[in-house]
Nanobody, 122 residues
Framework: VQLQASGGGLVQAGGSLRLSCLVS????????MGWFRQVPGKEREFVAS????????DYLGSVKGRFTISRDNAKNTVYLQMNSLRFEDTAVYYC????????????????WGQGTQVTVSS
């Protein structure tokens, strides 16, 4: 299984970005998928997760109402639409596969993308 994240970049505060994560492998649709983020010197932080059918979506409190996670199982891709971006959203964003289901701790995610940098200027 390989995950490839893309879509990061530099954006002004209040702007938007959409991250994508392409997952190789035929079992993509069976797993909860998540997004995490990390800044230097801090632990990786849960951002959002989505069930295999998209019927359940969990979010970090500070991104609720601004970020939307979605997935397209036909394309083996999970997305993170980020609106109203804030300076504090600056981080490297990672997509990952959850081996247990709806976990917020990164230890329960077994495969990770390489990360994509999101920088929000104030």
């Amino acid at each position: 299984v390989q995950l490839q994240a893309s879509g990061g970049g530099l954006v002004q505060a209040g702007g938007s970005l959409r991250l994508s994560c392409l997952v190789s492998g035929r079992t993509f649709s069976r797993y909860v998928m998540g997004w995490f983020r990390q800044v230097p010197g801090k632990e990786r932080e849960f951002v959002a997760s989505i069930s295999w059918a998209g019927t359940r979506r969990d979010y970090l409190g500070s991104v609720k109402g601004r970020f939307t996670i979605s997935r397209d199982n036909a394309k083996n891709t999970v997305y993170l639409q980020m609106n109203s971006l804030r300076f504090e959203d600056t981080a490297v964003y990672y997509c990952a596969r959850d081996i247990r289901g709806f976990d917020v701790e990164w230890v329960w995610y077994d495969f990770w993308g390489q990360g994509t940098q999101v920088t929000v200027s104030s």
